[in-house]
């Protein structure tokens, strides 16, 4: 393990519902952007190929390799680069909303299939059965979906603390009701609350890459996607992503992971020194 | 053999352009309006002295705001310029998206990077999809061609909405007569009545409500009204009054602003591409007809090559965004062919509000005089130009009588 700086993109990415051709030329534009600007990883959104509940999901995810994962594995191998990106899932009769972390050799060195499912995803999205870290150039990485993170769903980020991940990366779909405006606080403390405990209680960083776009089509038709991606540590926020809805974006952050000192039963104490466990 | 139809002897418009009529030179009556507007907007230094007193009376009016007016945006050539522009005068916009769900990603990117470069804040106003929607499946079953009513009366009411909560008295819009052309009141008709009327018929879901900063879709006579004669915001066409050539606007604004253009024109919205394949097949419209006689008014383009260029079928009927926009709007193949076979219609079929504008006309006549409404707006549904003579002679009747 490299104790050393790296770059990361959180990669705020336009997607259009059920229109995986369009979403994904915007994916190659986007890796090839970060790659110029020197990224050593890129985050991008959940479900980046169909958008997140889009009815399309029941009938055009594709496997994992496939299709769509072959385009992001092609991109990282040519590009050189960490790549973590969502994608929809078909596995034999079920389709799961999944996420994969693409080393630089192009090669899926994780993948997950999200755990938290929201109620209006049930119908589309089964329940992912495991949870996983690998040890990358920069650090231990866990992957975790989106609401993964909500603060009555900590425990996933816990476990992933508990196998020592030193960063999560989180591809998510924060979506909001379609009359905020640019001038508004989209999410409150809604994502900042469980981003900053779980790094404070395991001195870990947390990053997210949210989609931007409209969404049309599912149960969350009149929603949007608006970006403000969000970096935190124990420190507090790192970076966090412009508030936009029709045009995608790169924001970059230097990041320097902490070492882990606590592993197994220690983390028990840690835990109870720190008073641990969110209050729900 | 069949005759062709007569073609206006100095542009593109012919004899199937609604209420087409030529003088014995052979040009036609849209010729006619194009050179009163012309004069009415002279590039000169009259026009220049009318540009610079609007300037002036922004400044004044918004001196103590954050922001001194707003300025429609899209990602397209005409908005993206007039922000150029009004930067360049030194007013102080704020940029205002209506985001009705087909916004073209590329013209997306523009706004981004144009907003960016010039330091103006944005401000998206997002329809409800579910409204939207709504909306443009009612108007495809409404049979007329005003199958995009929704979205211009969604930007209108947005743009109003914007300026009541920041209380500006000033919209500005990226419109200009010498390249776009006025389309036929047959082939583009706009009011808040017929929408409404529209939705009332054909509509699947209700519309939320008006409020004087949040319209939505409602834009009637009442809510004019309210905008225009109550809070006196002022509608200004600023191209109107410049030397606007495309091929060198799209020059500056590359090089100053990194603008891409969103493919032929009305690009930087996705719906234009099932709208102009629907216009052409179902109601025999090629609004290029009358886009492109504006461009060979104004010597951007050669007739020839206008007339040409009618041949071929447009630029921006993309079959994979037509696909997009059939599949966003949930329709079937079934059911876009009963759209595509129902009967051709107009506004005329549909109650709407011509019939009082035209009885107050004198007043939008004032209210156009004083910029608080788009003179070619005042023209366009209140002045005999582009009716029958029979209904010019009615309504004239009408308002006589009363």
């Known amino acids: 393990m490299i104790d050393r700086e790296f770059r990361i993109g959180m990669g705020q990415l336009l997607v259009e519902g059920g229109e995986p051709e369009r979403n994904l030329e915007r994916v190659t534009e986007i890796i090839s952007q970060s790659a110029n600007l020197g990224c050593d990883c890129l985050l991008l959104p959940e479900t980046l190929d169909l958008t997140w509940t889009h009815p399309s999901a029941k009938t055009e995810a594709k496997p994992i390799p496939g299709p769509y994962s072959d385009i992001i594995c092609q991109q990282a191998q040519k590009h050189g680069l960490f790549i973590c990106a969502g994608l ?80 999560i990366l989180s591809p998510s779909s924060w979506t909001v009701d379609y009359n905020l405006i640019e001038s508004d606080n989209p999410y409150g403390a809604k994502w900042f609350k469980p981003y900053h405990h779980l790094a404070q209680m395991f001195d870990l960083t947390i990053i997210n890459a949210s989609s931007v776009g409209v969404i049309h089509g599912g149960p ?21 992503g412009p508030y936009n809805e029709f045009a995608g974006d790169l924001t970059i952050a230097n990041i320097k992971l902490s070492k882990r000192l606590e592993t197994g039963t220690d983390i028990g104490t840690m835990l109870k020194r720190k008073n641990g466990h969110l209050k729900v | 053999m069949t005759n062709s139809p007569q073609i206006c002897t100095r542009c593109t418009i012919n004899a199937t352009v609604p209420q087409a009529r030529f003088d014995e030179n052979g040009m036609c009556n849209y010729c006619a309006l194009h050179d009163e507007m012309d004069k009415e907007f002279p590039l000169t230094a009259e026009g220049q002295n009318n540009i610079d007193k609007i300037i002036t009376d922004i400044k004044t009016t918004g001196r103590s705001k954050k922001y001194d007016c707003i300025i429609g ?99 500005l819009i990226g419109q200009s007569f010498r390249t776009e052309g006025i389309a036929p009141l047959e082939w583009n008709y706009l009011d808040g009545k017929y929408l409404a009327t529209i939705h ?72 234009q591409s099932l709208l102009s394949y629907i216009l052409r097949t179902k109601f025999k419209i090629d609004r290029r007809r009358y886009n492109d006689a504006a461009l060979v008014r104004s010597g951007q383009m050669t007739r020839e090559t206008a007339l040409k260029e009618l041949e071929n079928v447009g630029e921006i009927e993309d079959p994979n965004v037509i696909d997009l926009c059939i599949k966003r709007l949930g329709l079937t193949q079934k059911e876009l062919n009963e759209i595509l076979d129902a009967p051709v219609k107009t506004f005329w079929d549909y109650p709407n509000l011509m019939s009082t504008l035209r009885r107050f006309s004198p007043v939008i006549k004032f209210f ?35």
């Open chain 2, 73 to 171: 945006v899209s990602g397209g050539r005409d908005s993206t310029y007039t922000l150029y522009r009004a930067k360049q005068w030194g007013l102080r916009p704020l940029a205002v998206y209506f985001n009705d769900g087909f916004g073209n990603p590329v013209a997306g990117q523009n706004m981004k990077r144009a907003t960016s470069k010039l330091g103006v804040e944005m401000r998206t106003i997002t329809a409800d999809w579910r409204e939207s929607k709504c909306l443009k499946v009612a108007c495809l079953k409404a049979s007329t061609p005003d199958l995009n009513l929704s979205a211009d009366l969604g930007i209108a009411s947005a743009l109003y909405g914007v300026a009541v909560a920041e209380n500006l008295r000033y919209i």
């Open chain 1, 220 to 240: 969350y038709e009149g929603k949007k996607m608006v970006g403000c991606s969000l970096a935190v540590n124990a420190n507090g926020v790192i970076v966090q």
């Open chain 2, 368 to 402: 156009s005089k004083l910029d608080l409404i788009p003179k070619s707006s005042y023209k366009k549904y209140c002045e005999d130009h582009l009716v029958s003579p029979e209904y010019a002679a009615s309504s004239r009747e009408r308002a006589d009588f009363q």
């Open chain 1, 88 to 167: 929809t899932e078909l596995a034999g009769s079920k389709v799961y909303n999944t996420a994969i972390l693409v080393n630089d050799s192009g090669e899926i060195i994780l993948k997950y299939r999200k755990i938290n499912v929201l109620d209006v995803g049930k119908e589309f999205y089964a329940i992912g059965q495991s949870l996983s870290v690998v040890e990358t150039p920069f650090g231990m990485v866990g992957v975790n979906i989106c609401s993964d993170n909500y603060v009555d769903a900590v425990d996933i980020g816990y476990t992933l603390a508990r196998m020592g991940a030193q960063l």
């Open chain 2, 200 to 271: 009332k018929q054909f509509g699947a879901i209700p519309l939320r409500k008006w409020r004087p900063d949040d319209p939505g879709f409602n834009l009637n006579l009442i809510h004019m009204a309210y905008y225009v004669g109550w809070r006196r915001i002022r509608t200004i066409t600023p191209l109107y009054y410049l030397q606007y050539v495309r091929s060198e606007v799209d020059e500056i604004i590359t090089r100053e602003l990194d603008w891409v253009k969103p493919g032929a024109h009305y690009g930087d919205d996705l719906y």
